[in-house]
């Protein structure tokens, strides 16, 4: 794995951006820190992670329903959360080269870890003790200022036409729960869920992160993939354990090795959680939250009951016990999931002449393009229309792509690299036989298959 990793990260960012996964934004203005925009196969893999994480949590539990819940929100959403008053990092400058780092992660570099709960005061207590120990990343200095907890909710001035409504600001969303926590009474009216049920969302959240490092994993803009389910107080720590098997059981089946994941328990909890553990994957620089899984009891709803006026109560109808439901969460970000899956899929191999091929070995589910289609040669119109028939016939069903540039050895590499699992090329057999040489991105072994057989070849082998 250590070979594997040795500038593993600048290859990724490298081939995302050569082939079309990962490009920074706004580039021809300069960039735009910690914002990232998709790319053409880069966003078919984020709709196949999409899908997966859909599937996993919608499509195999009758009792979780979906929600698409808007970005703006009321601003009293976010005072009740508690982000108003307590969702900040605290940042510190380097006196020599104005450098601004977070604190908790100058602290973790020395192996001191701080508590989120903390005030300004006893961070930089904190501070004061490992100042001899503390370095600046970019210069080296050991001289930072005092810290400051900076908020990371993005504020807009959306609705402020007259400037008299700018006393309570409007937020870019931090998270995407507060939509489902705020339509926790509308789905229950609408829908026939009873407790225990969960509302799954997938959507865009804004935070101002300080700190703009290591490509996709932090960004100000990202996509979170949450699922609340809310259950009887008595049972919120079973459903806990059952989430977290169902969770780490995930990323197996989204093909991440079981020694690239990890738990990690959190010591400090947030403001609202009552367990909080993460699943940890093994990254180009290490192991690092991927999802985080928490319990965070009624204080959601409460919260929402007590600034609303709602009421925000359950009643059994069964029992007719009347109560206020508890929350296990599970967060994940899909920009989080397609860099460990980039980083899972990611191999250079050695082949026969002495060359590297570089491929991407996706599942199968999760590949951008699931076939690629070739003419053995681009100047025979008779192989390029039976390729471009086959094209046809099988871009209804699979996401595939023609290809009749270069030789073929040149467009099974570019294929490799942007993970496809089959290339399909017609020759002058073809013509004679009906059949297709279809070549497999892993083995790189070759079978001909009937042209009339394809379809169902690649479902069988594609898989769910
Ligand atoms: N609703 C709970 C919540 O938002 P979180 O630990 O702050 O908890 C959950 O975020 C997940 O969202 C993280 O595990 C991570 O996958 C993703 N995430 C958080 N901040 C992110 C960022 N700045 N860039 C990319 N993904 C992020």
């Known amino acids: 794995m250590t070979e594997k990793k040795e500038g593993l990260m600048e290859k990724i960012v490298s081939l995302c951006k050569r082939r079309g996964f990962v490009f920074p934004s706004s580039e021809i203005y300069g960039g735009f820190a910690a914002v990232y925009d998709f790319g053409p196969y880069g966003v078919e893999l984020a709709r196949n992670i999409r899908e997966a994480w859909w599937n996993a949590m919608v499509r195999d539990h009758e009792n979780i329903v979906g929600l698409d819940s808007a970005i703006f929100m009321h601003p009293k959403v976010w005072e009740a959360s508690g982000h108003v008053g307590g969702f900040a990092d605290p940042l510190a400058e380097c006196r020599e080269c104005h450098f601004r780092a977070?604190?908790?992660?100058?602290?973790?570099?020395?192996?001191?870890?701080?508590?989120?709960?903390?005030?300004?005061?006893?961070?930089?207590?904190?501070?004061?003790e490992n100042k001899d120990r503390i370095k600046c990343p970019k210069c080296g200095k050991r001289d930072f200022s005092e810290a400051k907890k900076f908020n990371l909710l993005v504020q807009s001035n959306l609705g402020n036409f007259t400037g008299d409504w700018g006393k309570e600001p409007t937020y870019l969303r931090g998270e995407t729960c507060q939509g489902i926590y705020v339509n926790f009474k509308n789905v229950l009216d609408s829908t026939r869920v009873k407790v225990p049920f969960g509302i799954a969302q997938i959507g865009k959240a804004f935070r101002n992160e300080i700190t703009a490092r290591q490509f996709i994993f932090r960004k100000r803009e990202f996509e979170q993939m949450e699922m609340q389910y809310f259950v009887h107080p008595e049972s919120a720590s079973a459903a806990y354990d059952e989430w977290r098997e169902k969770r780490w059981q995930y990323y197996l089946d989204?093909?991440?090795?079981?020694?690239?994941?990890?738990?990690?328990?959190?010591?400090?909890?947030?403001?609202?959680?009552?367990?909080?553990?993460?699943?940890?994957?093994?990254?180009?620089?290490g192991f690092k939250e991927l999802e985080g899984i928490h319990n965070r009891s009624d204080y959601d709803l409460t919260q929402h009951s007590k600034f609303s006026g709602a009421d925000l109560s359950?009643?059994?109808?069964?029992?007719?016990?009347?109560?206020?439901?508890?929350?296990v969460e599970t967060s994940v970000g899909l920009d989080r999931t397609f860099l460990a899956v980039m980083t899972e899929a990611y191999t250079e191999e050695e082949v026969a002449d002495g060359d590297i091929r570089t491929v991407l070995k996706f599942p199968k589910k999760l590949a951008p393009i699931k076939a690629a289609v070739f003419p053995l040669l681009k100047n025979k119109p008779e192989l390029v229309d039976k390729a471009k028939a086959i094209y046809d016939e099988l871009k209804s069903s699979f996401m595939c792509e023609f290809d009749d540039n270069g030789n073929v050895g040149k467009r099974y590499r570019r294929q490799d690299e942007i993970g496809t699992p089959y290339c399909i090329t017609v020759d002058f057999e073809t013509l004679s036989d009906g059949a297709v040489t279809v070549r497999d991105r892993d083995t790189m072994l070759q079978e001909r298959i009937k042209i009339e057989e394809l379809k169902k070849y690649l479902e069988d082998n594609l898989g769910k």
């Open 314 to 327: 359950y009643r059994d109808p069964k029992t007719n016990e009347k109560y206020v439901p508890w929350i």
């Open 102 to 128: 977070r604190v908790d992660h100058l602290l973790e570099e020395v192996g001191v870890f701080a508590d989120e709960k903390m005030t300004e005061e006893e961070i930089n207590q904190l501070m004061k």
């Open 254 to 285: 989204l093909g991440i090795k079981k020694e690239n994941l990890k738990w990690h328990e959190h010591e400090n909890l947030v403001f609202y959680a009552k367990a909080a553990w993460d699943i940890e994957y093994n990254f180009p620089f």
